[in-house]
């Protein structure tokens, strides 16, 4: 699952800004401007919504009360800047499409002998509405600008939709339709008939008489356009029918049909062809896109100049208000005559929204927490053990000297044990902590009887001589390198032994020995207790038995689940080559086929499970009660491996919470729009980072510069190079969604139609955050590679500096004898009692909160300058900083690896030359084989207290060595 977990956060490794609306995203303001020898008036008319255009530069942002109050209706006459007005004009008479060029009947670059002089003037400076038809946007917008015109507003027309497949057949002036070669308007693209679960529901159908239709010239005369469109009192034909022969009324038709126009399918609805069937019109706006090689003239696409003009496209509607009052205007300045200056004009900027997200600095603060909490937790076990090793040197029940570990001397006592520490043994075999070695354990085992013996030979051998159990740990520093702390085998004095890892000893162990432990101490008479001394009545002495042996009851029961070490994958030079390739295979996959489906389903499941181990089971044995915590699951669960109700809770729930997640995504087009999917998808990832994180390591910084170096180049090739290959951004594409221009408009008209769900949504390997006040509807995200790639590297920082914080903790204590009270290193407070290993009351002084609280803080800044991790956390930071920034500069999305791997690599080895331990860091550092050896000692010591907690009632062999 580790390997598959982080392949699948290799595919993700982009931090972008994505928009997912087709909305109208600029303001046009309508003016009428009137000029006499009076003076100059200006009217405010009215607002048009439009959207722009990708190959055309973007106008004048408007000002944020602009959304609700339109410019020019606040302003005086004069405009404040930037922003300008341009008189509108229809096309030139000559070319009403601006498709001449693009039919090569036309050369505005050389107008000469091509083109009618008076045309070129015409349009200067102006902004021109063309209906859309005939050629392409961009090639529309060329022309206009080579004709000197400021802007062009493109709009559709019903006419528009029809077109000739033979455009060179010879014309007949028939009144009936060639059916053969006319290419009729789109199902589901053009209009909806009411068939389809469409947006609003709209749709409808109609009769038409074909008599009433004009077919010359050929394919559909436009003057056809003004009997389809309106109500009835405007002649629409299908208004007509709707009424007469449905019997709507103008509410219903303009519900079901709100472009209200109409466009005939091209079918007969009866034989003898005398009545068609038309239905309603889509009428929205559309994101115009650039056309490549595709715009008909001569001039190569790289050759041909840059448009420097706005261009917009409206809807069917607002271009009709257009032109009735651009008509008016020039059929009044016509009847003014001399003198009076009468034209309407445009005055465009775009809608507001916000320069700066919030969004961003929310996810970049979620990001670095990330980062943080997962490799703090991956470096939590050194922190642990020396938590357990301190709490048994102050509860008495450990002895730490210089020359040996031994349980302490009442507790020998009454084990039946010598009581004093055995010397070590002057072998290569043993390790001086106080030379960063280990040392000697001398720990009582429970082997009372038959059972407990049988349970005590699944971790060791027991010595045939004279019963004691013998443990011994291999320093050989030549080992592995795993995390799991080279090569160490648990040997005994018996020549039958059989050798294990010090972790697989304490998680095989069969409970059976404790279980019998507990019930023995539970029958305890009252009387029996006086064994333990004469000063403690039997109520108290038996009061704490149970409740030490409730405690090793539950520590016993802890050891049954895997340990990190068991769970561990450490990762070498092939496995970084290995990914790599993997994940490139993987996002080519992605970007030709459409899998998010898959994708989803499978991140859902593992985000399940994630959430699961990293939050649900720690939140609920945090804040539960004891009771509720012990109580057993169902035994026909139990077979399922679950052992507790709490267990069955906190799976059950997160894979509900999964399984609702991933209904939204594979049900709406945009589940990012559903706040509960993005903020799951967020925990999601947040669980998925401490997961792969805490089981995933790298244990020299050799293959840790090896698999970012090479993730480096992966992410730029796949961002910035792969367009130069495959036309477009891979990695982008495979993040943000990539959906085309043509597959969102039709998502948009269907959004219940089950090929577009998800399909507006980017894969969801990533952290994302909505942007605040902003009409796009966009989302700030991150690749959750952009946070685990690095994070192997910090992770490995943070438990190099946990490693030599526990080495050299322990190697402090085993010269006193004692845990020192102050912990602060560790994060650990002092022992709440107070008391330590010799039994003396240490001093802890009185520290009010506002003190602990600056001193938290200074140890916080104080640990951003010491060590790895704190620095390695401060270039993480800066880095994403970095790449979020140029994310705004160039307005693109970034790989943000490369920001990330020259400040998070080249600070570590920047701090590895300067405190001269680079060569040890590349190698591998031994003091983690050393730490991981420290560990498992603490691994020990829940049997200790196992042992101690029944030594009043059993008489123990004496204490055994490890």
Not at 860 to 865: C, D, Q, T, V
Request: proline residues 5%; aromatic residues 10%.
């Amino acid at each position: 699952m580790a390997a598959a977990a982080l392949l699948l956060l290799l595919l993700a490794a982009v931090v972008a800004l994505t928009v997912h609306a087709y909305i109208p995203t600029a303001y046009i303001d309508i003016r009428r401007t009137h000029s006499n020898l009076e003076g100059v008036s200006i009217e405010y008319l009215f607002r048009i919504e439009a959207t722009e255009s990708d190959f055309a530069p973007h106008p004048p942002k408007g000002h944020r009360s602009y959304t609700s109050s339109p410019l020019s209706q606040s302003s005086s006459n004069k405009l404040p800047p930037p922003y300008s007005s341009y008189p509108i004009v229809p096309p030139p008479p000559s070319d009403p499409l601006l498709c001449n060029e693009a039919t090569g009947s036309s050369n505005y670059i050389n107008p000469v002998g091509t083109v009618d002089l008076s045309d070129m003037g015409y349009l200067y400076n102006r902004y021109v509405y063309v209906p859309r038809g005939s050629c392409s946007f961009e090639a529309k917008t060329r022309s206009a600008q080579r004709l000197g015109a400021a802007g062009i507003l493109i709009y559709n027309t019903l006419h528009s939709r029809y077109s000739s497949i033979d455009q060179d057949k010879e014309y007949t002036n028939s009144p009936n339709p060639d059916y053969g070669n006319i290419e009729w308007p789109s199902n589901l693209i053009d209009y909806e008939c009411g068939d389809n679960q469409a947006l609003n529901n709209m749709g409808l159908r109609f009769q038409v008489p074909s008599s009433r239709i004009y077919w010359n010239p050929p394919p559909y005369n436009e003057i056809n356009d003004n009997s389809m469109t309106g109500w009835v009192d405007d002649g629409n034909l299908c208004a007509v029918d709707y009424v007469n022969r449905l019997g709507g009324t103008l509410d219903d038709y303009r519900e079901k049909c709100p472009s209200e126009r109409c466009l005939l399918t091209g079918q007969n609805v009866s034989d003898d062809g005398s009545i068609m069937e038309a239905c309603c019109a889509w009428d929205i706006p559309i994101a115009m896109g650039s056309d490549g090689e595709e715009d008909g003239d001569a001039v190569p696409d790289i050759e041909e100049e840059e448009i420097v003009i706005h261009a917009y496209f409206i809807t069917m509607e607002d271009a009709q208000k257009l032109s009735t009052v651009v008509d008016d205007s020039l059929d009044s300045a016509n009847l003014e005559g001399m003198g009076n200056i009468n034209y309407i004009s445009a005055v465009p900027y775009a809608k507001w929204y916000p320069d700066f997200h919030f969004s961003t600095v929310m996810l970049w603060t979620l990001a670095v927490f990330t980062v943080w909490i997962s490799c703090y937790k991956s470096a939590s076990e050194y922190r642990m053990s020396w938590k357990v090793i301190s709490d048994a040197l102050n509860e008495g029940l450990l002895v730490l000297s210089r020359n040996s570990v031994a349980p302490s001397p009442g507790i020998a006592a009454a084990l039946g044990g010598g009581g004093g520490a055995r010397q070590r043994a002057d072998t290569d075999e043993t390790v001086d902590l106080a030379d960063d070695v280990l040392e000697e354990i001398e720990m009582p085992v429970v082997a009372n009887d038959e059972n407990n013996s049988a349970t005590a030979a699944e971790t060791v051998t027991e010595s045939t001589d004279n019963h004691d159990l013998t443990f011994q740990i291999d320093d050989d520093d030549e080992g592995n390198g795993d995390s799991n702390g080279g090569e160490n085998t648990v040997a005994s004095t018996d020549v039958n032994s059989t050798a294990s890892s010090p972790s697989d000893a304490n998680n095989h162990a069969d409970p059976a020995a404790s279980n019998e432990a507990t019930e023995q101490m539970e029958t305890i008479d009252t009387t029996d207790s006086s064994d333990q001394g004469g000063e403690n009545t039997s109520s108290e002495v038996q009061q704490q038995q149970q409740s030490q042996t409730q405690t090793a009851n539950a520590q016993t029961v802890s050891t049954m689940a895997p340990t990190a070490a068991e769970r561990r994958v450490e990762l070498n030079t092939m496995h970084a080559v290995i990914f790599v390739v993997c994940a490139s295979a993987v996002l080519f996959v992605l970007f030709t086929y459409n899998l998010f489906m898959i994708v989803s389903i499978v991140y859902g499941l593992g985000g399940s499970a994630c959430m699961n181990v990293v939050l649900m089971q720690p939140v609920l044995t945090r804040f539960l009660p004891e009771k509720y915590l012990q109580k057993g699951a169902p035994s026909f669960l139990q077979y399922c491996g679950y052992a507790r109700a709490v267990d069955v809770f906190s799976s059950w729930t997160s894979y509900a919470i999964g399984l609702a997640w991933i209904f939204i995504a594979l049900s709406h087009v945009n589940p990012l729009l559903n706040t509960y999917y993005w903020v799951i998808q967020d925990v999601f990832g947040v669980c998925y980072c401490i997961y792969v994180m805490g089981i995933i390591h790298i244990n020299t910084i050799m293959v840790g510069t090896i698999l970012l170096v090479l993730v480096f180049f992966y992410d730029i090739f796949f961002v910035f190079l792969s367009p130069y290959i495959f036309g477009t951004s891979v990695m982008n594409d495979v993040a943000t969604g990539g959906t085309t221009q043509g597959a969102a408009l039709f998502c948009y008209k269907y959004p219940s139609d089950s090929r577009c769900s998800g399909s507006q949504s980017p894969l969801p390997m990533m952290l994302v955050f909505p942007w605040v006040l902003d009409y796009r509807n966009g989302f700030s995200m991150i690749g959750l590679g952009d946070i685990v790639l690095p994070g192997l590297l910090i992770s490995f920082a943070a438990r190099y500096d946990g490693a030599k914080f526990l080495t050299r903790k322990v190697s402090e204590v085993s010269s006193s004898g004692r845990a020192r009270g102050d912990n602060t290193d560790a994060g650990e407070g002092n022992d709440s009692n107070g008391v330590g290993a010799s039994g003396d009351m240490e001093y802890t002084p009185t520290v009010t909160r506002k003190q602990a609280l600056m001193g938290s803080v200074t140890n916080f800044f104080k640990s951003l300058k010491k060590g790895y991790f704190g620095p390695m956390m401060v270039a993480y930071a800066v880095g994403l900083t970095a790449a979020y920034g140029a994310v705004y500069g160039m307005q693109m999305g970034q790989p943000v690896l490369l920001y990330l791997v020259p400040a998070c690599l080249g600070t570590m080895i920047v701090l590895g030359l300067r405190k001269r331990q680079l060569s040890d860091l590349w190698q591998g550092p031994k003091v983690i084989l050393k730490a991981n050896r420290v560990v498992s000692m603490a691994n020990k010591i829940p049997q200790l207290r196992a042992a101690a907690a029944t030594a009043p009632r059993n008489n123990l062999p004496e204490a055994t060595v490890v």
